[in-house]
């Protein structure tokens, strides 16, 4: 069962064209892993995905549980459990960091949080943050452990996450990369997960990986595989390969190979 599709999706951002035709789906309760080198589209894809205003789908569909999402405001999308983690996740001042989890839990700040909640809270070193403005003066690590516990405590059913591990070091990333698992393992959630990295398949379980370059897909299969051989190869002899089969992700582009 897929939980969101995607058709012929094309994306220009400033009249420039960055997505060229995709063709995916993501699974019902799996993890998908989406590499591509610098500049090749992967944000652009999240926020087109997201409804972000800047991202103009030219054509192409969107079904998010078979409704046809694609002309849907980002608010729209989010209701019906889509969420994104930015690869740079803002600061919010005036807001802090307890009341937003709070109402990312669904509860008037006048409550506290309850014990399993502060369990969470700390299981994110987050305890001596809940007073603090969101994310300033966070450290890079610290802005992206804050962002996937808001994620995690909004319940979504897909989450769409930009190179959670970015900045983070060794330990934080075992952290967040076991949320994000325990999360989708738990919850029957999906996630949608970029990264420059092999690290965070140590800890999340995905059967289904891919590569963006020059706003095209390539290469849908195990993405542990796909990892070692951008690391032998490089993307580009990487997605020259003609071996190639499509073990997971289905992939209408033509592009098998
Ligand atoms: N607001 C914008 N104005 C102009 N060009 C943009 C804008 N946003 C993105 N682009 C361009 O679109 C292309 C894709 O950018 P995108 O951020 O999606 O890449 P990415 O794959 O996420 O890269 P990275 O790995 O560096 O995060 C880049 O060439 C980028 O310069
Ligand atoms: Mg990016």
Redesign the pocket.
């Known amino acids: 069962m897929d939980i969101l599709e995607v058709k012929d999706l094309s994306v220009k951002?400033?009249g420039?064209l960055?997505l060229k035709g995709l063709n995916f789906s993501l699974k019902e309760g799996a993890s998908h892993i989406l590499f591509?080198?610098?500049?090749?589209?992967?944000?652009?894809?999240i926020?087109a995905l997201m409804g972000l205003p800047?991202y103009e789908v030219t054509s192409g569909k969107i079904l998010f549980q078979g409704t046809d999402i694609t002309n849907a405001s980002t608010d729209e999308r989010a209701k019906l459990g889509m969420v994104v983690g930015f690869?740079n996740p803002p600061e919010i001042t005036g807001v802090k960091l307890g009341d937003l989890l709070k109402l990312c839990l669904g509860k008037p700040v006048s409550d506290d949080f309850s014990p399993e909640e502060l369990k969470q809270i700390e299981a994110f070193r987050l305890n001596s943050f809940l007073n603090r403005n969101v994310n300033l003066g966070f450290s890079g690590g610290e802005r992206k452990r804050s962002e996937i516990l808001q994620l995690i405590f909004l319940k979504p059913k897909l989450l769409l996450l930009?190179?959670p591990d970015s900045g983070v070091d060794v330990e934080s990333l075992r952290m967040i990369a076991s949320e994000i698992q325990r999360y989708v393992e738990n919850s029957g959630s999906s996630a949608l997960i970029?990264t420059?990295k092999g690290d965070i398949l140590d800890y999340i379980k995905a059967k289904y990986g891919c590569i963006?370059l020059n706003g095209k897909f390539h290469c849908f299969t195990n993405p542990m595989r796909i990892y070692e051989d951008i690391k032998r190869l490089g993307y580009e002899e990487c997605v020259s390969c003609r071996i190639r089969t499509d073990e997971g992700w289905r992939n209408n582009n033509g592009q098998r190979k």
């Open positions: 951002v400033e420039k960055i591509g080198p610098n500049g090749s589209g992967k944000t652009t894809l926020g800047e690869q930009d190179e970029i420059h963006l």
